[in-house]
């Protein structure tokens, strides 16, 4: 193959996997995040004590995050059809990748504000701050830096998620590497999309980095 020929088939696979990736990142970090805020406020030592809230999300996202990707693609492409009308395509797996994420988000998260100096929310407390401003001025400010390392985390993961997805009809990167690099035994077309690929969690990384050091400087 030449080389505009190797373009012209990973081009748009690289847009239709950035286009996955990011979307399903941001909406899983809007979700996530105060999925892993309201599991640690209403923990037994929380600041707003819930067994019932806390025991059923700790439930639903251990149940989510036990199901393997593979076969939660398969149960969520019916919801993708629901909402975007579609099951094949990068958009119509927006949904399971979302869906898959947001477990690993909230349970990231949480680990990371249970990591916290506690230290921090007593005198909080002492000084008269309700439960949104040690949420908002304490916790979340606190542990950014580990919040941006987690978002990088995520969106390695789901990278990783988006190729499984090329396989079964998602398109992108994953789909390239199986259709030409595999099943037609077109080598450059099996290599490329995994160079890119590393390519692209290598970018994520060093951005993620930059991000960490100029928050840590603050």
Do not use: C
């Not at 797996?93 to 349970?107: C, D, E, G, N, Y």
């Amino acid at each position: 193959m030449t080389y505009e020929q190797v373009w012209e088939v990973v081009a748009p696979a690289t847009l239709e996997t950035l286009y996955m990736v990011f979307v399903s990142s941001i909406i899983a970090v809007i979700l996530g995040l105060p999925l892993a805020v309201i599991l640690v406020v209403t923990r037994e030592d929380g600041i707003s004590p819930s067994s019932y809230i806390y025991n059923f999300l700790s439930t639903v996202i251990n149940i989510f995050r036990s199901i393997p990707f593979a076969i939660l693609i398969m149960i969520l492409l019916g919801l993708s059809r629901i909402i975007v009308g579609k099951v094949i395509g990068p958009t119509a797996f927006i949904v399971p990748l979302t869906v898959a994420s947001i477990p690993f988000v909230a349970r990231l998260m949480e680990g990371y504000f249970l990591d916290m100096d506690k230290g921090l929310i007593e005198a909080a407390k002492a000084m008269g701050s309700t439960n949104s401003q040690i949420i908002l001025k304490v916790m979340i400010p606190e542990t950014m830096p580990m919040i941006i390392n987690g978002i990088v985390m995520t969106i390695i993961n789901i990278i990783g998620y988006s190729a499984m997805a090329g396989f079964i009809g998602g398109g992108g990167l994953g789909a390239v590497a199986l259709t030409y690099g595999h099943q037609r035994s077109i080598t450059i077309l099996l290599w490329v999309p995994v160079i890119l690929l590393v390519i692209i969690v290598q970018i994520v990384q060093i951005i993620g980095n930059y991000l960490n050091r100029k928050i840590n400087k603050k």
